[in-house]
């Protein structure tokens, strides 16, 4: 077992896990997360398809703060009753890790780590991050990275956060009440001038004129934009 590793099993399984010692005192620092369930939802679930007992998923920060998230709501039901809510964050959790398996290509490389890249870029794209960081993340050089990317995408990891940014944009234009200037910079836009400039270009008009004709209107039989 090494960091990253899914270790799945259904009641009655056995394993043995073996852990060497690590410093004088035999005493090792584990970072494991652990979850024991069960009920008729869990049981639909497990025999959809098969699954590997273990598989490398690396490490998710999106399906760690799943994890996180459905720990501390299972504490807080205990005094709140709020038991649904962790109900399907835990139905939540076994989907992502369904899409988590079905993603490893341990015979192609190159595709995962074009895929670890991709995934990077959609955790990243609201936020100021640099190319470098991608490629540092997945151990490759910087115009390594920006080559693979490309050739599995055919397209650069800029465009790709880019569309991101912009649908996170449209998306809050929507059905926010957030100023255009927080909206661009809670996307992940520099300044708004340039995502006024971005927007235009994608949306032939300017963010202002979008969601005005995204408003809805006061009489329901006119028409909205969409």
């Not at 077992?1 to 035999?26: A, I, W």
């Not at 090792?28 to 639909?44: H, K």
């Not at 490389?109 to 670890?116: D, I, N, S, Y």
């Amino acid at each position: 077992m090494q960091t990253g590793d899914l270790l799945l099993l259904k009641p009655g399984d056995e394993y043995e896990l073996r852990v060497k010692d690590e410093g004088q005192d035999g005493r090792v620092s584990s970072g494991d997360y652990y979850i024991f369930c069960d009920g008729a939802w869990i049981d639909e679930w497990w025999t959809r398809q098969a699954r590997p007992v273990v598989s490398h998923t690396g490490v998710d920060d999106q399906l760690l703060g799943l994890w996180r998230q459905m720990l501390l709501e299972k504490r807080r039901s205990l005094e709140e009753k709020h038991g649904e809510l962790t109900d399907y964050l835990l139905r939540s959790l076994c989907l992502y890790l369904d899409r988590a398996i079905s993603e490893i290509k341990p015979t192609d490389r190159l595709a995962f780590t074009a895929l670890r890249l991709k995934r990077f870029v959609e955790e990243h794209a609201t936020l100021t991050f640099k190319l470098e960081e991608a490629a540092s993340h997945v151990g490759l050089s910087l115009s390594r990275a920006v080559k693979l990317f490309k050739e599995y995408y055919g397209k650069t990891m800029i465009q790709y956060a880019l569309e991101i940014r912009l649908n996170a944009a449209v998306e809050r234009i929507k059905y926010s009440t957030m100023t255009l200037e927080e909206i661009a910079e809670t996307c992940g836009f520099a300044s708004y001038s340039y995502f006024h400039r971005v927007f235009r270009a994608n949306y032939g008009m300017s963010p202002v004129k979008f969601r005005e004709k995204a408003t809805v209107p006061a009489n329901p039989g006119e028409r909205t934009f969409d």
